[in-house]
């Protein structure tokens, strides 16, 4: 599991005990641990997600499929 991904969950809205429903083999902690990284390197992250966007669209573009 990665941070991306709990921090979508987390831009979607939920909650970090919403989240580990989601994820049930995640702890509360380990959710909470996450989202503290995500918050002290936001930056970062946030490039990474961006850019992992425009890569899915690229694939979209080249191939007529949904990658996102």
């Known amino acids: 599991m990665t941070v991306r991904r709990i921090v979508g969950w987390y ?11 989601e994820i049930p083999h995640l ?3 380990q959710v909470h641990a996450a989202l503290a990284y995500y918050h002290a390197n936001r930056e970062e992250i946030e490039q990474d997600i961006a850019e ?5 669209e690229q694939l979209e573009q080249q191939h007529g499929k949904s990658y996102s």
Request: glycine share 6%; net charge negative; no cysteine.
């Open 27 to 29: 702890t509360l902690a």
């Open 11 to 21: 831009k979607l809205g939920l909650s970090p005990e919403e989240i580990i429903v």
């Open 52 to 56: 992992e966007e425009v890569v899915a």
